[in-house]
């Protein structure tokens, strides 16, 4: 357990469907990121919030809709997803936004898209 | 562009042996930081070394230590004394100073202690 929680752990949703990813840590930390976990391929940053601003989004669908409304809670809202969605979802916790700090990994949330 | 290359997808060890995980990039910066983040099948990436690229000392953390040789861009990962909890994907990643909050992650070795 290293301060970072997702929930929930796993998720199953219909295309159609809306849902939501939540994330929360308590670690005092004030930058928090989403990332995405595909198979075979490298971990990709999705969205980063830095003092609940967002302050990077790397082209991501507007199906996936990100919120920070504090600095210890982050959610990622989804609706009307593609089965290409499907992955497992990461999100993460640093101090101040600098990655030569330690980034703090939640254990994710396992995305199924049917 | 800055890419991380893991070429060994997957690998396996035998307890208490020793074993290298190798890892190259790409990058023209010459101020980032190098990690390398183990994923155990509970799925927390948990951070278990890292590099400043100005020094010229290799990080060393307890039966982890790194070979970095910055001309070549190479961060290879050495494990000493192999445990059964060290069955884990291990991900090689680098941050370029001033570049911004995304961490460059590759693929991952996948890494399996036998008894």
């Known amino acids: 357990e290293t301060g970072v929680t997702q929930t929930p752990r796993h998720l199953v949703m219909g295309m159609t469907n809306k849902k939501s990813l939540k994330c929360e840590q308590h670690?005092?930390?004030?930058?928090m990121y989403w990332y995405k976990q595909s198979a075979k391929k490298p971990l990709e940053l999705m969205f980063v919030?830095?003092?609940?601003?967002?302050?990077e989004n790397n082209s991501v669908p507007s199906r996936f809709s990100p919120e920070c409304p504090n600095s210890s809670h982050l959610f990622l809202h989804l609706h009307t997803l593609q089965p290409e969605d499907s992955a497992l979802y990461l999100c993460?916790?640093?101090?101040?936004?600098?990655?030569?700090?330690?980034?703090?990994f939640g254990q994710g949330t396992r995305l199924t898209v049917v | 562009a800055q890419t991380v290359t893991q070429s060994q997808p997957e690998m396996s060890v035998q307890e208490a042996e020793t074993v290298t995980l190798s890892c190259t990039y790409d990058?023209?910066?010459?101020?980032?930081?190098l990690f390398w983040y183990k994923q155990p099948p509970s799925r927390q990436m948990i951070l278990v070394i890292r590099?400043?690229?100005?020094?010229?000392q290799n990080a060393t953390e307890n039966r982890f230590s790194v070979n970095f040789q910055k001309a070549a861009k190479s961060f290879s990962l050495k494990i000493s004394d192999s445990q059964l909890g060290d069955t884990a994907m291990y991900f090689c990643?680098?941050?370029?100073?001033?570049?911004?909050?995304?961490?460059?992650f590759g693929k991952g070795t996948s890494l399996l202690v036998t008894p």
């Open positions: 993460a916790s640093s101090q101040e936004g600098n990655m030569n700090t330690e980034a703090f």
């Open positions: 670690l005092g930390h004030n930058a």
């Open positions: 919030y830095s003092l609940e601003e967002r302050v």
């Open positions: 990058t023209s910066e010459s101020n980032y930081y």
């Open positions: 590099q400043e690229a100005y020094k010229q």
């Open positions: 990643a680098f941050w370029v100073i001033g570049s911004g909050y995304a961490l460059n």
